[in-house]
Each structure stands twice: as structure tokens, then as C-alpha cells.
């Protein structure tokens, strides 16, 4: 007789017949999560070395300073990207596994016996696409920031800085227009494209948004990176602890 083997939300948590290390990716995304939470949250409550010559911080940008605001301007800006991660289709899979194991692991025992997701504790996910507005307006004025990075004193010029911003934000849009809630704004709710408004406009755009949301997880991590790094390089400028290299 064949051998049944048990769902795995109906066995042991961590129960497995896997001998891989598949605890290794759930295990670093919650280290990695974690580290940047914790810097980001001290960074905003920091409220200081966020401008350094022409770089502003994207933690800080566009900067927003009113006398009736008594906390850090940060907190102004970044409820929008950090909802939009936050409820990402590909975060979320991230850290539902990570920090609730639910799964953990593809094959592996959960401690959960059902599944209610986006009905009930996490019903604020379904609010993706209105974060996505509002992710996109912070990226115009993180655009803005770049072209301002390659003033110096009112001259032409470019320093590391300049590319740190530059890239930060480029990996920033890969990873906003490579979002599964953009590639529906662009072609969703048509069956056929031919007969639809703009058709063929749509229709480019729609491929041009699912090639590079085929690399989704590539962009989310590394913008998450590249975002802190972006920060920190500003805010070490800022404090005098590094010089900002001139390159032109």
C-alpha cells in the first residue's frame, strides 16, 4: 500500500524530509529585514546629516520642514515607501515565511493549521496599488534630487555621491515599475488588446513592464540595499567622517 504522507500545516513545525538548507533563505530574510528596520526607524528619530552639499538623503526626500511637524520630517516621507514594500506581492511572500513560517519552507511543518491572510489581521494588504501612487510621487522627487547632485555651486560637476543617488534610484524605479500592481495599471482588465483604447500602445507597455517584472525579487532586494547605502553615504558626507570624491 502506497505510503500517505500528511499536509504540512498537519505535521510537527519544522518537520521534514528535506535535506537541503532550507532554512538558510527564510533565516537571512529576516536577519536582513530586521537590520533594515532597525536602521531606518534610527535614522528617522536621528533627524540629522541628511543634507551634504547638493545629496539629500533619501530617507529625507523631498524634505518637508513645518513648525507645526514636532517629529522628524522623515516620518512625513516614508509611510509611502515603506507601505508600498511593505505590502509587496513578493515581500510579502518573504516575510510571511521568515517571520510567521507560514510556510516556512516548501514540504517543511507549520504551526499554522489554516490560512487567513488578507481577510482579516492583514486586510490593510489590499491597499498595494494605492502605496504604488504614492511610492511613484516620492520617486519623481527622488529623480529631482539626482539632477540637483550634479550642481555644485551652481556648476556642472559630479561626485561619487552623484552616482550613489543615481544608482539608488534607478534600482528604485526598476523595482517600483517592475511592481505586479503597475503591470496591471498598464494592461490589466483587457482581453484583448487589439479591440481595447490605445491597444497597442497598452500592449507594448504591458510587455515592457512584464520583462523586467519577470526579475521582481532581483530589484526588490537590491533597491532595499541600495536605498541604505545610499543614506548612510550621505549621512557619513554629512558628518565629516568621509569626503565625498569629486570625479568631475
Not at 490593510?124 to 539626482?146: E, G, I, K, S
Request: charged share 15%; proline share 4%.
Amino acid at each position: 500500500m502506497e505510503k500517505t504522507v500528511a499536509p504540512a500545516a498537519m505535521v510537527k513545525f519544522g518537520t521534514t524530509q528535506r535535506k537541503d538548507a532550507w532554512w538558510a533563505a527564510p533565516t537571512a530574510t529576516v536577519a536582513v529585514l530586521t537590520l533594515f528596520v532597525i536602521y531606518s526607524m534610527v535614522r528617522a528619530f536621528e533627524n540629522n546629516y541628511y543634507i551634504a552639499g547638493p545629496y539629500l538623503s533619501p530617507f529625507y526626500s523631498p524634505l518637508l520642514l513645518f513648525d507645526w511637524w514636532p517629529l522628524s520630517p522623515a516620518f512625513l516621507i516614508l509611510w509611502a515607501p515603506a507601505g508600498f514594500r511593505f505590502t509587496c506581492y513578493y515581500y510579502r511572500k518573504a516575510y510571511y515565511r521568515a517571520y510567521a513560517a507560514h510556510p516556512f519552507a516548501c514540504a517543511v511543518g507549520e504551526p499554522h493549521r489554516d490560512y487567513q491572510g488578507e481577510t482579516k489581521l492583514f486586510l490593510f494588504q489590499n491597499l498595494h496599488r494605492f502605496f504604488l501612487y504614492a511610492a511613484v510621487v516620492v520617486l519623481f522627487f527622488l529623480w529631482h534630487d539626482v539632477i540637483k547632485a550634479f550642481s555644485f555651486g551652481g556648476h556642472f560637476g559630479m561626485g561619487f555621491g552623484t552616482l550613489v543617488l543615481l544608482v539608488n534610484t534607478v534600482l528604485l524605479s526598476g523595482y517600483t515599475f517592475s511592481c505586479h500592481s503597475f503591470r496591471h495599471f498598464v494592461g490589466g482588465n483587457v482581453d484583448c488588446f487589439s479591440c481595447a483604447k490605445a491597444g497597442r500602445v497598452r500592449f507594448k507597455l504591458w510587455k515592457g513592464v512584464s520583462s523586467i517584472n519577470e526579475h521582481h525579487m532581483l530589484w526588490a532586494w537590491t533597491s532595499l540595499f541600495a536605498v541604505m547605502a545610499a543614506d548612510l553615504y550621505v549621512r557619513l558626507v554629512a558628518c565629516g567622517a568621509i569626503h565625498d570624491l569629486r570625479i568631475f
